[in-house]
């Protein structure tokens, strides 16, 4: 079983910066091959995905923070980061990680099939 604890949560003023960190823990689990997530939600909202990193390093981010975040994977530390820079009330939230397999859809597309989640972080961005 795969355990994953953020921390790095803050309060912070908008146009600041934070770095998230997701330390995964467990036997028998092959962080380096292994694609992994960002995940927030707010208040009052569904979550959203906010950051994803393959097996392979490539990454993907929606518009909404595409520019200001940074997904990156110490596979040596077996550990996640999420670099936050310029934020804004707008990702105020909780935080969460996720780690799972590579899988194809039935088009042939490969996601992540997020099989394990951390307990969540608050960011709290302020004007």
């Known amino acids: 079983q795969l355990q994953l604890v953020e921390s790095g949560g803050d309060s912070v003023q908008a146009g600041g910066s934070l770095r998230l960190s997701c330390l995964a823990s467990?036997?028998?689990?092959?962080?380096?091959?292994?694609?992994m997530g960002w995940f927030r939600q707010a208040p009052g909202n569904e979550l959203e995905g906010v950051a994803t990193?393959?097996?392979?390093?490539?990454?993907s981010y929606p518009d909404s923070v595409k520019g200001r975040f940074t997904i990156s994977k110490d596979n040596a530390k077996k550990t996640l980061y999420l670099q936050m820079n310029n934020v804004k009330p707008e990702d105020t939230g909780m935080y969460y990680c996720?780690?799972?397999?590579?899988?194809?859809?039935?088009?042939?597309?490969?996601?992540?099939?997020?099989?394990?989640w951390g307990q969540g972080i608050l960011v709290t961005v302020s004007s």
């Open positions: 996720a780690a799972g397999a590579p899988d194809l859809d039935r088009y042939g597309k490969v996601y992540c099939a997020f099989d394990y």
């Open positions: 467990g036997p028998d689990y092959s962080f380096s091959r292994s694609c």
């Open positions: 990193i393959g097996s392979d390093g490539g990454t």
